[in-house]
């Protein structure tokens, strides 16, 4: 689970990181990362889970293990950065392993430009 302070919750927010931020895809996600100079806010991370992914059970289910993926990862991310991972249909059937590849090779190509 994220906690409370790393959640992206407002519309506005999640519009801002998608459309000004810089972008990285892969097979089964989408990362939308916005890093802006400013106050030393944690960084926040929203999630994107639309219906083309399934079902309601498989949304939920690729919604908690993007979550987990991404608490571990918060130390990497930028003070005060907005980040949306869109998950896209191939998530519902990509295994645990490969949607931490997925994750790991956007961001990596995301914190390093």
């Known amino acids: 689970m994220l906690p409370a302070s790393n959640r992206l919750r407002r519309s506005d927010d999640f519009r801002r ?18 890093a802006e100079d400013g106050p030393a806010d944690p960084p926040r991370v929203g999630f994107v889970v639309n219906k083309a992914v399934g079902n309601a059970v498989l949304r939920n289910r690729v919604h908690r293990r993007l979550r987990s993926v991404l608490a571990t990862r918060l130390p990497d991310l930028p003070a ?16 645990y392993d490969e949607l931490v590849a997925d994750v790991d090779g956007a961001l990596a190509r995301l914190l390093r430009s």
């Open 17 to 34: 990181a998608v459309r000004s931020g810089r972008r990285a895809g892969r097979r089964a996600v989408v990362l939308h990362l916005l």
């Open 80 to 95: 005060g950065s907005l980040t949306v991972v869109r998950a896209l249909p191939s998530s519902a059937t990509a295994s």
